[in-house]
């Protein structure tokens, strides 16, 4: 990158900085809590802000048949394509605008977008409305600047990333609406991301026969199966806890089982049990045969309980993230830029999450995830109560991503 195009973005960017947070601002505002998943409204809003920059926007409302198999009520997609020129790379900016419900303990509006000694607060400020605002007007400094670049760059906003992703990035592929070659995904300002976990969900029910609680001998209880099926699973998380990942910010796989429901009455021997559980699956796993060895697990710790039959459904399965060779110009650029910018050494490392960007890897899409954001989730309260974003940090992280893709693009 030349010197006069470096100092060109920075100008830009400043100059635009108040325009860019009251474009989030008003992405904060529109609700889009998932679930219960009802995001056409702020895709509206989304396109409505993207056009007053002057992009065109494609709407690609998901059929509704399809958001209710997903648990949701509406999407729609939308994607902004710039074209440089006819030859180069498509380069794609992936973020989702839909959050996780505010929950309790708020001190500000969750839908405010109030603006407090520096940050924003708000319902998906950090996670990740901030990064619409990231990627659009990095998009619009390179356009505006009249920058010398090859290739395209696109916009992916998508909606269903707190449930999945199915009907965001993976429906857009399948779709035949993008098939860019490089991506970079919603992130934070302060690493380069390129691994992260996967993740299983898996419901089994336990299924045996009720009777009366003065004759216990005459059923079959689901619940004591079910105990074996759980005392099974947690001797399992010991033995993960040993294993360890080799990337830089990831630890150790692990399970959780996080609901538990059945029983009749008190003086009922239960004929149905049925938890769900929670797999984290590091990046050196193969995410099949990890369901494989646990779905055996399961069934294999009932096998002798008399009576009982097990039926174990896959609710949702994440593949993890692991780098592939080809983004590695991208997390040099990254790297390098953000380094400079923010004035610290930001380091290239995984995180303990799952992402969207999954989805375009596993397509063989090279994906790197970077964008606005605090140090960590837990400075931005993301998931959590008061979420937050540092204003400054959304100026810097826009002008690492227009830097990187004048990098990536130079004619």
Same mark, same amino acid.
């Given at each position: 990158m030349l010197d006069g195009q470096n100092t060109s973005i920075d100008d830009f960017l400043s100059q635009n900085r108040d325009r860019q947070v009251a474009f989030l601002k008003e992405l904060v505002r529109v609700p889009s809590d998932n679930p219960s998943g009802d995001c056409a409204a702020?895709?509206?809003?989304?396109? %409505?802000?993207?056009?007053?920059?002057?992009?065109? $926007?494609?709407?690609?409302?998901?059929?509704?048949?399809?958001?209710?198999? #997903?648990?949701?009520i509406s999407a729609t997609n939308l994607i902004v394509r710039h074209r440089f020129t006819d030859d180069g790379p498509v380069i794609a900016l992936n973020a989702h605008g839909d959050v996780v419900a505010p929950g309790d303990g708020w001190t500000t509006d969750p839908y405010g977008g %109030?603006? *407090?000694?520096?940050?924003? #607060?708000?319902?998906?400020?950090?996670?990740?409305?901030?990064d619409f605002a990231t990627y659009a007007f990095a998009l619009m400094a390179l356009r505006d600047l009249n920058l010398p670049l090859r290739g395209c760059v696109e916009l992916h906003f998508t909606y269903d990333e707190e449930?999945?992703?199915?009907? &965001?990035?993976?429906?857009?592929?399948?779709? &035949?609406?993008?098939?860019?070659?490089l991506v970079i995904s919603a992130g934070?300002? #302060?690493?380069?991301?390129?691994?992260?976990?996967?993740?299983?969900?898996?419901?089994?029910?336990v299924r045996g026969k009720s009777a009366h609680a003065a004759r216990p001998d005459t059923g079959h209880d689901a619940l004591a199966a079910a105990t074996k099926a759980l005392a099974a699973i947690y001797a399992q998380r010991e033995k993960l806890s040993a294993v360890e990942s080799e990337i830089d910010g990831i630890d150790s796989p692990n399970i959780t089982v996080g609901l538990i429901e059945g029983g009749i009455n008190t003086n009922v021997v239960p004929d149905k049990v049925t938890f769900r559980l929670d797999r984290r699956m590091i990046p050196e796993e193969d995410a099949e045969q990890v369901e494989a060895e646990l779905r055996q697990l399961i069934e294999a710790s009932v096998a002798e309980c008399?009576?009982?039959? $097990?039926?174990?459904?896959?609710?949702?399965?994440?593949q993890p993230l692991a780098p592939l060779p080809a983004v590695q110009p991208a997390v040099d650029a990254l790297q390098r830029h953000a380094?400079?910018?923010?004035?610290?050494?930001? !380091?290239?490392?995984? $995180? !303990?999450l799952y992402t969207d960007a999954r989805l375009y890897m596993q397509e063989g899409i090279p994906t790197v995830i970077y964008g606005a954001g605090p140090t960590s989730l837990l400075e931005a309260?993301?998931?959590?109560? =008061?979420?937050?974003?540092?204003?400054?940090?959304?100026?810097?992280?826009? *002008?690492? $991503?227009?830097?990187?893709?004048? =990098?990536?693009?130079?004619?």
């Open positions: 702020h895709g509206a809003k989304a396109a %409505e802000l993207l056009e007053g920059l002057g992009f065109e $926007v494609e709407r690609h409302p998901v059929p509704a048949d399809l958001c209710r198999e #997903y648990g949701m %109030e603006v *407090i000694d520096g940050w924003m #607060y708000g319902r998906g400020a950090a996670v990740s409305k901030s449930v999945g992703g199915h009907l &965001g990035p993976r429906w857009l592929m399948a779709q &035949g609406l993008v098939k860019p070659d934070f300002s #302060y690493s380069v991301v390129t691994a992260h976990n996967g993740c299983l969900h898996l419901e089994t029910v008399d009576g009982i039959r $097990v039926d174990i459904s896959r609710i949702m399965r994440a380094s400079a910018t923010f004035d610290t050494e930001i !380091p290239v490392m995984g $995180v !303990p309260n993301g998931h959590r109560a =008061d979420e937050r974003l540092r204003l400054d940090d959304l100026e810097k992280a826009t *002008i690492v $991503v227009a830097k990187t893709l004048c =990098d990536l693009m130079s004619a």
